[in-house]
């Protein structure tokens, strides 16, 4: 059983920067494949990014279109802790973030029903 607990949502101003952190009680984010989410109101929960390891310190990462080149996923596996780091945020990235793991490692799953864990969230909202 994975517990996780995110945090360093909040409003901020188109072109700020925000990290959010996703700590993890459990086995190491390891044996796991990671993914951060977000849901709009009115608007299904979409994949942001996700990450996950081929042995040692190799992970591999991918991305939502909408923020490559903006977001970074990573994880520190001897703190138990993700992080999505957001740069020039904009209007549109304004959403509840969630934090996700996947017993599997095979790949890096967008879909939302891959994942057997999830927290409970923080809001991000950026202002024009």
């Known amino acids: 059983q994975v517990q996780l607990v995110e945090s360093g949502g909040g409003l901020v101003q188109a072109g700020a920067s925000l990290r959010l952190s996703c700590v993890a009680s459990g086995r190491t984010f390891s044996y796991y494949s990671m993914g951060w989410f977000r849901q709009a109101p009115g608007k299904e929960r979409e994949f942001v990014a996700g990450?996950?390891?081929?042995?040692?310190?190799?992970?591999?990462?991918d991305y939502a279109d909408s923020v490559k080149g903006r977001f970074t996923i990573s994880a520190d596996n001897a703190k138990n802790t993700g992080y999505l780091q957001m740069n020039n945020l904009k209007p549109e990235d304004t959403a509840l973030y969630y934090c996700?793991?996947?017993?599997?490692?095979?790949?890096?799953?967008?879909?939302?029903?891959?994942?057997?864990?999830w927290g409970r969230g923080t809001q991000v909202t950026v202002s024009s």
């Open positions: 996700a793991a996947s017993k599997s490692t095979l790949a890096i799953f967008s879909r939302a029903a891959l994942y057997d864990y």
């Open positions: 990450i996950r390891w081929s042995g040692g310190s190799t992970y591999f990462a």
